[in-house]
């Protein structure tokens, strides 16, 4: 049932992004898809209260208030036009009528826009048995062929583990950085910029970033079958240095990414003043009340 509710948020989404940017209706339908979407994300801290992971749990109800709140101001959107930046800090309804190609980033629907694209690269692979089974595979395939290449003697234990010195390693769809791509992939294809900058933008991120997984894997792979840190090999490969390589590369990914494409840093800044300026009017709203 909740995968239902998930894929029908998504295809609001995909929709709204899709209607011409001087109709209203797009607003009520993304509006409408972040409302389901957070009955998505308001169901996962059950799961996570089971397995008594509470980071995750305050992670997901904070990400399922956030859906709520820009299903709340894109539907205020859908009656008073869209909210945009006048001045970089200023906030203003463009009514709908007046809108031009020249007009100031339309904040939420670049959102809307960049959470459907993702959604829809990053969720078939989590969702869908075959596609999560070929990713998988097709990288613990690769990160052995090339530790063999390199003379280590690791195997195919199964189709989703890799045995080095009788230390078994198993790949799960985290493994693959299909997240790290849907999100570069939602956020580079959400923007109105010629293919000049949008092809640069994800030639340094969407192939770097697989390269950069398979390294990391087969470093963890390699520490964990040659004991480098002892009894902790695996803990201390994975859970601490490659996590902080991952973060590093993120970020200068991240920052390349935002020189080709600048739209993305305006579209971040303008989503922060737009999500402050509403929860100031909310809060003083239930005072008032």
Not at 202 to 208: E, H, I, L
Request: charged share 10%.
């Amino acid at each position: 049932m909740i995968e239902n509710v998930l894929w029908v948020a998504v295809g609001l989404m995909i929709a709204s992004s899709a209607i011409p940017r001087t109709s209203r209706v797009r607003k009520l339908i993304g509006g409408t898809g972040w409302g389901v979407f957070s009955i998505h994300w308001g169901y996962q801290p059950l799961h996570y209260i089971e397995v008594q992971d509470y980071a995750n749990v305050a992670l997901t109800f904070l990400f399922a208030l956030f859906c709520l709140l820009v299903a709340y101001i894109m539907l205020r959107e859908y009656r008073k036009g869209p909210l945009v930046l006048k001045n970089n800090r200023e906030v203003m309804h463009l009514p709908v009528s007046s809108q031009t190609e020249g007009d100031p980033l339309d904040i939420t629907s670049m959102l809307t826009s960049a959470s459907a694209l993702g959604a829809l690269v990053y969720f078939p692979f989590a969702n869908f048995s075959f596609l999560n089974t070929w990713i998988i595979g097709n990288v613990t395939s690769q990160v052995t062929w090339v530790l063999q290449y390199f003379g280590f003697p690791a195997y195919m234990k199964a189709w989703n583990m890799i045995t080095l010195n009788g230390y078994t390693v198993e790949i799960i769809l985290a493994c693959t950085a299909i997240e790290s791509i849907a999100l570069f992939m939602g956020l580079i294809g959400s923007v109105r910029a010629p293919l000049t900058r949008l092809v640069p933008a994800f030639v340094v991120s969407v192939p770097v970033i697989y390269v950069l997984n398979l390294i990391r894997d087969i470093f963890v792979v390699v520490a964990y079958g040659e004991q480098w840190f002892g009894n902790d090999s695996f803990v201390i490969a994975h859970n601490y240095i490659a996590k902080a390589g991952s973060g590093i590369a993120l970020f200068l990914i991240s920052y390349a990414v935002l020189k080709i494409l600048p739209e993305l840093l305006a579209m971040i800044d303008g989503l922060w003043v737009i999500l402050s300026e509403e929860l100031k009017y909310l809060l003083h709203r239930f005072a008032r009340d």
